[in-house]
């Protein structure tokens, strides 16, 4: 019995214990939540202060960025006499052109030139073996001979029977006979001496001259082979000087020139080498072709160069400069220079303040042709005034800057490679293609 109280009076006891510890244990995990929520705004705290931390260190870079003078490269404006030309691209052709051939068949006998060399109009350059001919020529010689001596006995013949007749001793059917004889031997006569003509010129062909003044090329025969008349090709002989140039312009280009040429007026013509940037030589545009090519829409033109120096050679590629004016006083800057944006076309100038520092601004400008390196202006800065070639991406209007010592004056070395120093061009305003080129740097 003892025992039975004792377990009856534990249990109460217990009972009640448990629904004291379960508030403990929520008010434990609130305190746990509170700690984790505590140190997660600290993380927060902490990286939102870094971040406004490296934004103001970025903005103090920026702003010493923006003030740090900037360093730029320039080139001064330039006024100076400016050709303007349609550009094509044209292929050097002999001005005359000739595949030398034999006129009659026989043995090549030993040439008598130098391949290479030049060669005048009528200059023997190779032999047909002429022995056959000089034997056709002498038979043709013997038949003339020999018919002349017929006809001269024909002719004391009828004179005998013309006077018999005369007597009355023989009939007029004998002397019309002698007559008739006489003239088939006259006609004989006059067959042989074209005989005679032929095979003189026969043996004369044997003898092969230039047709031109030229360069003579390779040999295509060795000699001691056959030749077959009209039909070998012996050596090819090419006029250089001068010598010709075919280009194509479109046909939107052609009304301007072909009003120039019916005006007789002399369009210069410069030819540039395949990188078109070295002037080779300079010419004049000879004439038009007179129908345009409707596959592609362009017309066929011929220019004539002196080609003293033999600069152009046949089948060499050129791009062709055909001069239509010159402008004598054109404002100039490299293509580098142009600036497209939101208030249009620009340049960036460098001014000088009252301090001597280099100060950017903004210069608008009026673009009128635009070609290669260079650009001409209908306006823009001064003469002289420098404008940025290199660095404008960095550059605020009057941001302060560092000229570049080593292109501070650079105008002639640009000049130098840019067609326009070689007295290249830019082609005409309206011209085709021009215009939109001169539209997408305004742009």
């Known amino acids: 019995m003892p025992m039975l109280e004792t377990s009856a009076s534990r249990t109460p006891a217990t009972g009640t214990s448990e629904p004291q510890s379960a508030p403990k244990r929520k008010g434990l ?16 705290w902490r990286i939102h202060q870094n971040q406004s931390q490296a934004a103001a260190t970025s903005a103090r870079q920026a702003a010493a960025l923006m003030n740090r003078p900037a360093p730029v490269q320039v080139v001064p404006a330039e006024r100076k006499a400016m050709p303007i030309y349609l550009t094509g691209l044209g292929t050097v052709t002999p001005y005359m052109s000739v595949t030398v051939k034999a006129r009659v068949s026989g043995e090549l006998m030993p040439v008598k030139f130098t391949e290479g060399q030049e060669v005048r109009q009528g200059q023997t350059i190779m032999m047909i073996d002429p022995s056959p001919y000089k034997a056709a020529l002498d038979q043709a010689k013997g038949n003339l001979l020999h018919d002349q001596a017929l006809l001269k006995n024909a002719q004391v013949e009828y004179k005998r029977y013309t006077a018999l007749y005369q007597a009355g001793v023989v009939s007029k059917e004998t002397l019309d006979a002698d007559e008739a004889a006489m003239g088939q031997y006259e006609g004989a006569i006059a067959a042989d001496k074209a005989a005679v003509d032929n095979a003189q010129l026969q043996l004369d062909w044997c003898s092969i001259q230039s047709p031109i003044n030229g360069k003579i090329g390779l040999r295509l025969v060795d000699p001691g082979n056959i030749i077959s008349a009209n039909t070998t090709n012996l050596v ?12 194509t312009l479109p046909e939107n280009q052609l009304p301007e020139v072909l009003h120039k040429l019916a005006a007789n007026h002399q369009m210069p013509v410069d030819a540039y080498d395949r990188s078109d940037v070295q002037k080779i030589a300079t010419g004049e545009l000879l004439t038009a072709d007179n129908q345009i090519d409707t596959t592609t829409g362009t017309d066929r033109l011929k220019a004539v160069f002196a080609n003293q120096d033999e600069s152009l050679f046949p089948n060499q590629f050129v791009n062709i400069h055909l001069v239509m004016e010159n402008r004598p006083n054109a404002l100039v800057v490299p293509s580098a220079a142009i600036q497209s944006g939101v208030q249009g076309t620009f340049v960036w100038v460098i001014d000088t303040d009252a301090n001597g520092a280099s100060i950017a601004r903004i210069q608008p400008v009026k673009v009128a042709l635009a070609e290669g390196q260079m650009t001409i ?31 501070a004056t650079p105008s002639a070395q640009t000049a130098e490679q840019s067609p326009f120093s070689q007295q290249g061009g830019a082609r005409p305003q309206g011209a085709s293609g021009t215009t939109n080129h001169a539209k997408r740097t305004a742009e």
Not at 397 to 404: D, I
Request: no cysteine; net charge neutral.
């Open 29 to 44: 995990r609130i305190l746990v939540y509170l700690v984790l929520l505590a140190a997660l705004g600290f993380i927060v």
């Open 236 to 247: 090819i002989i090419n006029q250089l000087r001068p010598i010709a140039v075919y280009f």
């Open 377 to 407: 202006l209908d306006s823009g800065p001064d003469a002289g005034a420098n404008v940025v070639v290199d660095g404008a991406d960095r550059l605020r209007p009057g941001q302060a800057v560092v000229v570049s010592t080593s292109h």
